[in-house]
Structure formats: C-alpha cells, structure tokens
Nanobody
Framework: VQLQASGGGGLVQAGGSLRLSCAAS????????VGWFRQGPGKEREFAAA????????VYADSVKGRFTVSRDNAKNMVYLQMNSLKPEDAAVYYC??????????????????WGQGTLVTVSS
C-alpha cells in the first residue's frame, strides 16, 4: 500500500485546529491498521494515534489524548487526524503508517512496514 499524508504546510496558531489526511492506494485500506506518528525538531519520531481496521478502536499518546481524534473512511481509502487545541509542542512532521496485523503493538513505530511522506505542522505561540 502507498500512503500520502497531507493537510499540513501552513501556520496554525496555538489553540487552533487542523485536520490531516492519509490517502492510501493499492490494497483496500480496510486491511490495515493505521498509525499517526510525529517527529519534532531535534526529536525522535513518536507515536501519536492509531486506528484499527474497521475504525471501531483507537489509541492515543497521553500527550494528545482528548485533543486529537483519529478516524477513517474505508470506502474512500482515507484516514484522518483531527487536531484541536493545538500547542506549540505539537509542531512536527506528521507521518501516517500502516500494517496489516498486530493491533496490540499499534503504538510501536517499528511494527509498521508501510510509511508515507510526512506533512509539516507548524504551530505558533
């Protein structure tokens, strides 16, 4: 599966909202667990959120819980990350990633074998 993240690229003020999209091509997206990861300046890539195959279950990093919501539309081969109440520390390049199994390890970066190019989120204070 090929992934393409989009929706970043502009400047968002702290407290604002942004929705990122992850588009998939290739196999039906319903076959994949999808995770969102982010990498801030000078930081390691870290887990943000993940959603299971049907969208019935999702998990979040503590740092984004209550502010970010991951959702999917398998008919459109799309996964979304709605980001509200953005903080300057949310500024990062955001990546979507996909894998076909192992939901229990959905927070683990190294468990994903399909990655898209990132999209930059900039948050001003």
């Amino acid at each position: 599966v090929q992934l393409q993240a989009s929706g970043g690229g502009g400047l968002v003020q702290a407290g604002g909202s942004l929705r990122l999209s992850c588009a998939a091509s290739g196999r039906p997206f319903s076959a994949y667990i999808v995770g969102w990861f982010r990498q801030g300046p000078g930081k390691e890539r870290e887990f943000a959120a993940a959603i299971n195959w049907s969208g019935s279950s999702s998990v979040y990093a503590d740092s984004v819980k209550g502010r970010f919501t991951v959702s999917r539309d398998n008919a459109k081969n799309m996964v979304y990350l709605q980001m509200n109440s953005l903080k300057p520390e949310d500024a990062a390049v955001y990546y979507c990633a996909a894998k076909t199994q192992d939901w229990i390890r959905s927070r683990e970066l190294n468990s994903y074998d399909n990655w898209g190019q990132g999209t930059l989120v900039t948050v001003s204070s």
